[in-house]
């Protein structure tokens, strides 16, 4: 089985984790999950943590072949406009994303100018599509239950779960989003866990439960059948949904969901500006 070679970065004001996954083979590499830094109280945007994989591409004189979402995220901007602006690469994503523009883009009123049928991105996968990095060849599930467009990025021997699991000491996500669902989660989690034991399973956040002091971004299949607190083997389904919706029914909301979805759903694109040359995010009221 392939093994490629996978870097990690982490954004600890969002907990969240992007990957350059690369060819060992040639200099071909792909990104996943990138993070546009935001200050919502100053409503200002930064690159630093690009700039942190940009530096590394070119240090080590790879070649973006792929700039990969996992999902549309509530809780961070995407990079992908500046990424694909300064390395090129194609962006990608879910092709159920129009599912979710068509969701969000009611829910922000967001009007005719944007397009619900995912023409913002290069590439819409669907479960068992296939691409390549170089010699590397990785295929998709589909996987959702946290949004309707989530997909599980197979490459090689590693697998990268956006939001569907999380460390086996803190769980799985939270399907109360708009188009999110319980049961579909749990199935989906079923499709990674079908996967070899071996494969690495790359995580877009972390938490740290409360026993744990480190950050961690990697774990296997194997020890998420054995351990997850919330699917290990031996959970039903029916108990999971009755876990997972009671839990749910707890959480507050993140709180950069509401600029997060208005860009994510652009493929990391502001709103246009308006008349006075200035770009605006909503915040409905009442509306989430």
């Not at 992007?18 to 200002?44: K, P």
């Not at 090689?156 to 939270?174: E, K, Q, S, W």
Request: net charge negative; aromatic share 10%.
């Amino acid at each position: 089985m392939q093994r490629p070679i996978v870097t990690h970065f982490f954004d600890e004001p969002t907990n969240t984790f992007s990957y350059v996954v690369q060819d060992s083979e040639s200099n071909a590499c792909a990104i996943i999950d990138s993070v546009l830094d935001f200050d919502y109280a100053a409503g200002r945007t930064d690159v630093r943590s690009a700039d942190e994989i940009i530096a590394f591409i070119r240090d080590s004189q790879l070649e973006v072949i792929w700039i990969l979402e996992t999902h549309v995220h509530a809780d961070h901007l995407s990079a992908a406009p500046y990424l694909h602006q300064t390395l090129g690469g194609k962006t990608g994503i879910g092709a159920h994303i129009v599912d979710v523009q068509e969701i969000f883009g009611k829910a922000f009123n967001a009007g005719t100018e944007f397009a619900r049928d995912g023409s913002q991105f290069d590439a819409l996968f669907s479960e068992g599509d296939t691409f390549t990095i170089g010699n590397l060849q990785g295929h998709v599930l589909h996987t959702p239950g946290h949004t309707p467009a989530c997909l599980t990025y197979v490459i090689g021997d590693a697998a990268f779960v956006g939001d569907t699991l999380f460390m086996p000491d803190y769980g799985t996500a939270r399907c109360d989003f708009p188009g999110g669902d319980a049961r579909t989660l749990y199935r989906s989690i079923q499709k990674v866990l079908a996967l070899p034991t071996q494969t690495r399973l790359f995580l877009c956040h972390d938490y740290k439960a409360p026993e744990r002091d480190a950050y961690q971004h990697e774990t296997s299949v194997e020890e998420q059948r054995q351990a997850n607190i919330h699917v290990h083997e031996g959970i039903s389904e029916d108990a999971f949904v009755k876990m997972r919706t009671e839990r749910d029914a707890t959480l507050g909301m993140p709180k950069l969901i509401i600029p997060s979805v208005q860009v994510n759903m652009r493929a990391g694109d502001m709103p246009p500006a308006e008349d006075n040359g200035v770009v605006y995010l909503k915040v409905p009221i009442n509306r989430f």
